[in-house]
């Protein structure tokens, strides 16, 4: 079984900090996708990546950067001097690589706020 | 492009009573999948769609819900002699069957059931 944890429920940063979410997760799956959403206040999750477990380079977008690490099973997201704008929940997912239905398994979300 | 559309977007009802969602997906994605999320959880699979065929239900789908995708296109929710224990966020997602794996997720029909 899949399983996703994001053991962060919550944190709370000023402006302009560096903030890094962990996610670490669990599968029998030798290939898989991992994931990173956002879900603001107004409901809609918007992605932010997807990573293959077959490569393990980390990305950097802008102000996000994303860390994997497949010998700790951690898929790790860090924001750059942080703005008001990223306050908001944080999901990273899972899923079969091919087969199941590429059904996402989600962890359980770590709320971000960032604060002037 | 427009992405994927849920109605209504919020819903109230007295339990007992029967509620039915609406999922428009984005064009020409073939699949379509159903996911609850609770206030402080991350969403769970419900169920999914290839076209119209129903492929996977997950336990958590009791038999008062079922789903539909008649056409291949929208899709509907039902929940039959709803329960308190209803109340979540419906969400609706969408792909194609070839690509990457991300889905693309509607804003969400919430249910509250009094």
């Known amino acids: 079984a899949q399983k996703v944890t994001q053991a962060q429920t919550e944190i709370s940063v000023v402006e302009k900090e560096d903030v890094t979410l962990d996610c670490v997760y669990e599968t029998r799956d030798t290939t898989y996708y991992l994931f990173w959403y956002k879900q603001p206040p107004s409901g809609e999750l918007v992605f932010l990546i997807r990573r293959n477990s077959f490569d393990e380079q980390n990305e950097i977008s802008g102000r996000y950067s994303w860390n994997f690490q497949k010998s700790t099973s951690s898929f790790n997201f860090t924001i750059t001097a942080s703005q008001v704008v990223d306050s908001a929940v944080y999901f990273c997912a899972l899923s079969e690589f091919t087969g199941g239905g590429n059904k996402l398994t989600f962890g359980t979300g770590t709320q971000l706020k960032v604060e002037l | 492009d427009t992405g994927v559309s849920q109605d209504p977007r919020h819903k109230i009802t007295k339990r007992g009573q029967n509620v039915t969602f609406r999922c428009d997906p984005i064009s020409e994605h073939n699949r379509l999948y159903w996911y609850r999320q609770t206030l402080g959880q991350g969403p769970e699979f419900l169920t999914y769609f290839q076209n119209e065929a129903q492929l996977e239900k997950s336990r958590l789908l009791s038999d008062r819900f079922s789903a539909e995708r008649p056409k291949g296109s929208f899709s509907t929710l039902e929940i039959q002699r709803t329960e308190q224990g209803d109340s979540a966020m419906y969400l609706c997602?969408?792909?194609?069957?070839?690509?990457?794996?991300?889905?693309?997720f509607g804003e969400g029909s919430r249910l509250t059931v009094l």
């Open positions: 997602a969408s792909r194609r069957t070839s690509g990457g794996g991300e889905l693309f």
